[in-house]
């Protein structure tokens, strides 16, 4: 099993920072892919970053240059940093893991980020 907590979210205004971080424990392998995946009101839920073991990150369009996703050594903490936030980045950020031995989606219970004008 595997448990995900985020963290980091809040209300800020146009142009500013947040960083999110999401703490993982259980049954988690270094060789498992982490992402952040974001659901706005009325839309469906899409992915903003994720990171890969053996290759580089991959950001949404949205988001390129202004947000960077980080994962630490231990594998078991993942971090999104925002920057140049707009109102529309408004949305619940959830956490995903993938990973051995069967590759299903485990997600955290979100944290909302909001962005006024």
């Known amino acids: 099993q595997v448990q995900l907590v985020e963290s980091g979210g809040g209300l800020v205004q146009a142009g500013g920072s947040l960083r999110l971080s999401c703490a993982a424990s259980?049954?988690?392998?270094?060789?498992?892919?982490m992402g952040w995946f974001r659901q706005a009101p009325g839309k469906q839920r899409e992915l903003a970053a994720r990171v890969f073991t053996n290759t580089g990150p991959l950001y949404a369009e949205s988001v390129k240059g202004r947000f960077t996703i980080s994962r630490d050594n231990t594998g078991n903490r993942l971090y999104l940093q925002m920057d140049s936030l707009k109102p529309e980045d408004t949305a619940i950020y959830y956490c995903n893991y993938q990973g051995p031995p069967d590759w299903r989606s485990y997600w955290g219970q979100g944290t909302q980020v909001t962005v006024s004008s």
């Open positions: 259980g049954s988690i392998a270094s060789s498992g892919n």
